[in-house]
């Protein structure tokens, strides 16, 4: 897939759908989309609401009109439109997820005809919203997760499956899965920093104002994302800069000419908000920047060059400092 193409994100509203399950994701992509614009960088997401009605009821009683018919997948046959495609399911009220009304049914039939095929047409689930994934057979074999209180209900809806509870989100390609409602929001930035790198990611989560997390049994989060959850604007300033040029010839001094304070002051906020030195921060950004530059086959000179170490010694001094273990030439 090319890496610029314009994705469509299909979000499927059925009767009641919970708004925060749909709402709260397609804000995180229209940021997206206004970041990079900002940056004159083109657009990455197309956003549409869909259904197996034109109009329907939200779960808050607003009345949404002008829905858009089921599409038709990039892959199917008889598609005119050949971008990505994103299906976005999300959840209902209530103890267990309707499916003998007739959108449901509708919704169904057009599930069953999907071939899902990674970075050609993927599944976003939100809350019980992969529970007619389930149905709809989408999920065999496939790791996923739900709301706590749907966990029962996916399994028996595709015994095949392995549900996973207690996680934010679990992300199985092409299916992406979240626990419901504001994890919705989580799993939406981490599709926007697999799509448009984590260094946009992580301006659209401080627009929004959301603290990242995951769930105790995912992987630590990219320090692109790390040591954000804080509303000091100038503290946001200067990792935003750092984000988008982590190779520059950064130094205590030039950070805290950025945020417009003495470097002793800028380490003090740093730590107080962030939790972590300015310089450390800034060796955490370049990491992982040399780490994905190996795992993509760069030696470690070429590594350390292209994340701003001034030698591969440098680099192997910060990988004994945050990494887990093994050596830069061998990542783990």
């Known amino acids: ?9 299909a979000f499927v509203l059925l009767p009641h759908s919970l708004a925060l399950d749909w709402a709260g994701p397609a804000e995180a992509l229209r940021i997206a989309n206004q970041v990079l614009r900002g940056k004159s960088q083109p657009e990455r997401f197309a956003l549409e609401f869909v ?9 808050i009683g607003l009345q949404l009109t002008g829905l858009s018919p089921l599409p038709t997948p990039p892959n199917q046959r008889g598609a005119t439109d050949p971008r990505p495609l994103w299906v976005v399911l999300v959840g209902q009220p209530g103890q267990t997820m309707p499916t003998d009304t ?44 739900t709301h706590h209180q749907h966990l029962a ?9 392995q549900v996973v509870a207690n996680r934010v989100f679990v992300e199985d390609a092409p299916v992406y899965s979240s626990a419901g409602v504001t994890t919705g929001i989580d799993l939406m930035l981490h599709r926007i920093a697999s799509t448009c790198g984590e260094a946009i990611a992580a301006q659209v989560a401080q ?12 992987p630590e ?39 417009c304070t003495s470097p002793r002051h800028l380490t003090r906020i740093f730590m107080e908000h962030a939790g972590i030195a300015p310089l450390a921060y800034l060796r955490r950004i370049r ?41 830069p030439s061998k990542p783990q």
């Open 102 to 145: 007739d959108a449901a049914r509708a919704l169904l039939h057009w599930l069953r005809g999907l071939r899902l095929v990674p970075q050609q047409l993927e599944l976003v689930t939100v809350c019980a919203g992969s529970v007619l994934a389930a149905h709809a057979g989408l999920l065999a074999r496939r790791h996923v997760t």
């Open 221 to 259: 989060l990219s320090p692109f994302l790390s040591y954000r959850n804080h509303l000091h604007p100038a503290l946001h300033r200067v990792q935003d800069a750092i984000a988008s040029q982590p190779a520059a010839p950064w130094n205590l001094a030039r950070m805290a000419e950025l945020a």
């Open 51 to 59: 259904g197996p009605d034109p109009q329907t009821m939200s779960s």
């Open 1 to 9: 897939m090319d890496h610029q193409a314009l994705i469509r994100v």
């Open 287 to 327: 990491l992982a920047l040399a780490q994905t530059a190996l795992q993509s086959g760069s030696k470690v000179n070429q590594a350390a060059a292209l994340a701003g170490f001034s030698s591969d010694t440098q680099l192997r001094r910060a990988w004994h400092q945050f990494a887990s273990g093994g050596l």
């Open 153 to 161: 209900e996916l399994q028996a809806a595709e015994p095949h499956c």
């Open 207 to 218: 627009t929004m104002v959301v603290a990242m997390r995951r769930g105790p049994q995912d």
